[in-house]
């Protein structure tokens, strides 16, 4: 049995909004998604907002959907909806016992996102918010007493509430100047202590008002904001490298691999055109400019040109990406006729899926990674991959979790495949999220994901406490032997 390369990180991921809670605390300002409530899959999650004659309006809001707001609706908190970013699980709390508890199991990384809005709580602010920068400086100082490495999300999906209202999000130009002095802020104050850095997460996925603070949620708007999360990303990339040299900068991908539903010539081209719709996202960042497929794209979906100036253009080719990380964790099939989409589409018959219809399927997994390397030639990060599935504790808390451990094992032993037989340059593992969370898609606890449980319901009751599940050895081993022992 061989072991995956020496130096390899393994570790887990988080995001704020989903963990952290502690929402009006430490100064922390409001972000779009503290008014997005719970939902389900049959119950899409929705902002609570108002519109100026009083009606109260629930645009959805979720990965899945982004509703557009009208120009007169302001967000308001409502006392019998439930927001689950408010208390989230508490890390803010709870860091010290987490973070021991990863330590626990031989992670050398961990991947975190730092709220924008705990740092520049109005996100335009001259001056951050010092109680916010001390709290990060106490994670990361915490991770170092066990030698973990962080790996900071500079933006998961978010946007402070102020920079929204006040400018429509991403749709501004303005953005790009808040986002890099926010990143100056976090490069001088954390830059010694972290070579890795994501600028931004699924910036393939975010649209509309909650990720992005923009109003509109179309074809054109989605694709304004990511061309100023282009620039700005890429304006953050070289201010790092200056001010940090030897750091290493991408940005996520939600890259669950595509498959042609056949082999009918359709089905294949169909599944050409559909994937560039993630392609593009890669290629811009990584080469540093816009392919010779991006107007066909912009058609597509109903628009001819962008906003993008030759100044743009020249920031691109010089604040490219050093790797390239995504999110991992199932695959999609699409057939001539299918929209374009980034997770969905046709069912793969020969593939189950997860109770939340997530079809399972490891060897996507070395698929993708081939894919994107061969194509970007760039060392790979794989920085989210794990099963949201219902655990059963016991009285204790405990949960014999074989299902996930089987998910794990399955994903490493074609993770293992693509570096050591294919050759793919992957620098580390992050999973999804080692302690229980707040699912993103549906804003339900019992999407669990973790090797720790966490006692908190679907409403946030429970007592918080924390309880290794069967995974947690099994990991605990897989780490101790660098992947040898599966
Ligand atoms: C990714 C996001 O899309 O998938 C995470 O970066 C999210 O924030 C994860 O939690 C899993 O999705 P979900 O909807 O099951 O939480």
Redesign the pocket.
């Known amino acids: 049995m061989r072991s995956f390369p020496k130096g390899f990180l393994w570790g887990g991921a988080s995001?704020d909004f989903?963990y952290e809670g502690g929402f009006d605390e430490g100064g922390r300002g409001l972000l779009s998604h503290d008014y997005e409530t719970d939902g389900s899959l049959e119950h899409p999650r929705h902002h609570t907002m108002q519109k100026s004659d009083g009606t109260l309006i629930k645009p959805r809001s979720s990965?899945f959907y982004a509703d557009p707001i009208p120009n007169d609706a302001w967000p308001v908190f409502l006392e019998d909806a439930y927001y689950p970013s408010h208390q989230a699980v508490d890390f803010y709390h709870h860091y010290k016992e987490d973070i021991a508890l990863m330590a626990g199991m031989g992670f050398n990384v961990y991947r975190f996102s730092i709220c924008w809005s705990r740092i520049y709580p109005n996100g335009d602010e001259e001056l951050p918010n010092e109680e916010g920068l001390q709290f990060y400086d106490d994670v990361i100082s915490e991770l170092e007493k066990y030698h973990i490495q962080p790996l900071i999300t500079i933006c998961?999906?978010e946007m402070p509430m102020a920079l929204a209202l006040k400018y429509d999000g991403w749709s501004s130009r303005h953005l790009i100047d808040c986002y890099v002095k926010y990143c100056r802020t976090l490069f001088k104050r954390y830059g010694d202590r972290c070579k890795y850095w994501l600028t931004f997460?699924?910036i393939n996925?975010v649209r509309g008002f909650g990720p992005c603070g923009t109003r509109e949620s179309d074809g054109a708007a989605r694709y304004q904001a990511a061309h100023h999360m282009f620039v700005a990303s890429a304006k953050a990339v070289k201010l790092g490298h200056e001010l940090m040299p030897g750091s290493m900068f991408g940005t996520?991908y939600?890259m669950s691999e595509l498959y042609p539903a056949t082999c009918k010539p359709e089905d294949m081209m169909h599944g050409l055109l559909a994937r560039r719709e993630n392609w593009y996202f890669i290629d811009i960042m990584e080469r540093g400019y816009y392919p010779s497929y991006a107007k066909q794209i912009w058609q597509h979906h109903g628009f001819d040109a962008l906003d993008i100036t030759d100044e743009d253009r020249q920031i691109l080719k010089e604040g490219q990406l050093d790797y390239i990380a995504f999110?991992y964790?199932r695959s999609n099939t699409t057939k001539a006729g299918d929209p374009w989409f980034n997770v969905g589409g046709s069912d793969n018959p020969y593939l189950e899926n997860t109770p939340?219809g997530w079809p399972i399927d490891p060897l996507g997994l070395r698929y993708v990674m081939n894919t994107i390397y061969d194509r970007i030639q760039k060392p790979i990060f794989i920085v989210?991959n794990g099963m949201?599935a219902i655990d059963q504790a016991d009285e204790n808390g405990y949960v014999e979790d074989d299902y996930r451990i089987d998910y794990l094992r399955a994903h490493f032993k074609c993770m293992k495949e693509a570096i050591l037989e294919d050759g793919v340059e992957c620098l580390g593992y992050t999973m999804?999220?080692p302690v229980d969370l707040v699912?993103?898609?549906?804003g339900e606890m019992k999407?669990r994901?973790g090797f720790i449980y966490v006692d908190m319901d679907d409403k946030g009751q429970g007592t918080l406490k924390r309880t290794p599940k069967k995974s947690y050895e099994w990991m605990k081993q897989v780490i101790a032997t660098n992947g040898e022992e599966l």
């Open positions: 995001a989903q990965f998961h999906d997460n699924e996925a996520m939600a999110s964790y939340w989210e949201g999804w999220a699912s993103l898609s549906t999407k994901y």
